[in-house]
């Protein structure tokens, strides 16, 4: 029987999110009406995931968080609101400890919170699944050092890495970004499927803690070596030529695709403007598909790709599927990638700046 613990002051919320849970076979669902009274509620009771709200009287959510983290480490999932207050929040909480996210679609009390029914249930349940990590006798796998450094004044486009991810994605992205060097020879584009009202704060998060600089692609802009390009939520990102010069567009988020920004429709446009040997595809955590057919037909074409490993994934969906289609040149652990970023990036680099595009 899996334990579930809902935090919410809105005892409307509590119940709809109490209904939803509860009635699935396996769950059993206890609330707590804000952060004191939830620790009380932990200490008690044992829960073995938390749903935590950000927004709280008495107790918030990030102060309740880091209590937890703390005294009775468990899956925490957060829920908070669409707006940048509630990004901003939700990074912090993911940086203190918290497995993943959900985003409130109507608001701090969220009356239309059943839309989303199957993502909420899919998200405790992968939460769930990750409690081995919060062993406190569990060995922390060696991690690389932040890179540091000045910024490239050669943006001259030589190739271009794509990163795709979706569930667990933020946390597994500011595991791998921040050590990428400020001299990376290439352009860096991820697909990370988000809300619209979070890429941007994402974004600039990333920014203050990368060596190279990360923009959100909200407006056409040039793809330059040198940038972290973030695709904006709710949309999707493309490749175009513009006066003969490599340009990301960001276009609506098309029917086609079940998640946005789409990596799949992303690579389409890598695999039309880039020969596949100046591409380098990373498929990181996260459910369904998303990019593994693109990323395979690019590494049967000469690129290079690689894959998150199975241990490291909040949801080995993504990865696992490049790697069932034979897909991924490396299957690599979260800690591992991105230095093998930087050694496939240089030996594209040394391939020479593209000159002509068509």
Same mark, same amino acid.
């Given at each position: 029987?899996?334990?579930?613990?809902?935090?919410?002051?809105?005892?409307?919320?509590?119940?709809?999110?109490?209904?939803?849970?509860?009635?699935?076979?396996?769950?059993?669902?206890?609330?707590?009406?804000?952060?004191?009274?939830?620790?009380?509620?932990?200490?008690?009771?044992?829960?073995?995931?938390?749903?935590?709200?950000?927004?709280?009287?008495?107790?918030?959510?990030?102060?309740?968080?880091?209590?937890?983290?703390?005294?009775?480490?468990?899956?925490?999932? #957060?829920? =908070? =609101?669409?707006?940048?207050?509630?990004?901003?929040?939700?990074?912090?909480?993911?940086?203190?400890?918290a497995v993943d996210y959900i985003a409130k679609p109507g608001g701090t009390v969220s009356l239309n919170i059943k839309e989303i029914r199957s993502q909420i249930l899919i998200k405790v349940r992968t939460a769930y699944r990750q409690r081995h990590l919060f062993n406190k006798k569990a060995v922390l796998a060696s991690k690389p050092v932040p890179s540091v450094g000045i910024r490239t004044s050669d943006t001259h486009v030589r190739g271009i890495i794509s990163i795709a991810s979706?569930?667990?994605?933020?946390?597994?992205?500011?595991?791998?970004?921040?050590?990428?060097?400020?001299?990376?020879?290439?352009?860096?584009?991820?697909?990370?499927?988000?809300?619209? =009202?979070?890429?941007?704060?994402?974004?600039?998060?990333?920014?203050?803690?990368?060596?190279?600089?990360?923009? *959100?692609?909200?407006?056409?802009?040039?793809?330059?070596?040198?940038?972290?390009?973030? %695709?904006? %939520?709710?949309?999707?990102? #493309?490749?175009?030529?513009?006066?003969?010069?490599?340009?990301?567009?960001?276009?609506?988020?098309?029917?086609?695709?079940? /998640?946005?920004?789409?990596?799949?429709?992303?690579?389409?446009?890598?695999?039309? $403007?880039?020969?596949?040997?100046?591409?380098?595809?990373?498929?990181?955590?996260?459910?369904?598909?998303?990019?593994?057919?693109?990323?395979?037909?690019? $590494?049967?074409?000469?690129?290079?790709?690689?894959?998150?490993?199975?241990?490291?994934?909040?949801?080995?969906?993504?990865?696992?599927?490049?790697?069932?289609?034979?897909?991924?040149?490396?299957?690599?652990?979260?800690?591992? #990638?991105?230095?093998?970023?930087?050694?496939?990036? *240089?030996?594209?680099?040394?391939?020479?700046?593209?000159?002509? /595009?068509?």
């Open positions: 029987m899996m334990k579930i613990l809902i935090v919410d002051d809105s005892a409307l919320m509590r119940r709809y999110l109490s209904e939803m849970l509860g009635e699935v076979v396996g769950i059993h669902t206890t609330t707590a009406r804000d952060g004191i009274d939830a620790l009380e509620v932990i200490e008690r009771e044992n829960p073995d995931v938390v749903t935590l709200d950000i927004n709280m009287p008495e107790m918030d959510g990030l102060t309740c968080l880091s209590h937890i983290m703390t005294r009775f480490p468990r899956p925490v999932v #957060m829920l =908070s =609101s669409l707006t940048e207050a509630g990004a901003m929040a939700t990074f912090e909480a993911l940086e203190m400890g979706s569930t667990g994605g933020p946390s597994a992205l500011e595991k791998v970004l921040p050590f990428l060097p400020a001299n990376l020879p290439l352009p860096v584009v991820v697909c990370q499927h988000m809300p619209g =009202s979070f890429t941007g704060v994402f974004a600039q998060r990333l920014d203050g803690r990368c060596a190279l600089n990360v923009v *959100e692609v909200n407006k056409a802009m040039e793809l330059k070596a040198g940038t972290i390009y973030i %695709g904006q %939520g709710d949309a999707d990102c #493309m490749l175009s030529l513009r006066d003969g010069k490599p340009y990301l567009v960001t276009l609506p988020a098309s029917a086609s695709f079940n /998640w946005h920004p789409s990596a799949s429709r992303f690579l389409q446009s890598v695999h039309k $403007y880039f020969p596949a040997q100046r591409t380098l595809s990373a498929i990181l955590t996260g459910m369904g598909d998303d990019g593994s057919r693109e990323a395979l037909k690019l $590494y049967q074409a000469g690129g290079i790709t690689m894959a998150e490993r199975e241990i490291d994934c909040a949801v080995f969906g993504m990865p696992k599927a490049l790697i069932e289609l034979s897909g991924a040149g490396s299957v690599l652990g979260i800690n591992e #990638m991105s230095g093998a970023i930087v050694a496939g990036a *240089e030996k594209i680099a040394k391939l020479g700046v593209i000159e002509t /595009w068509v």
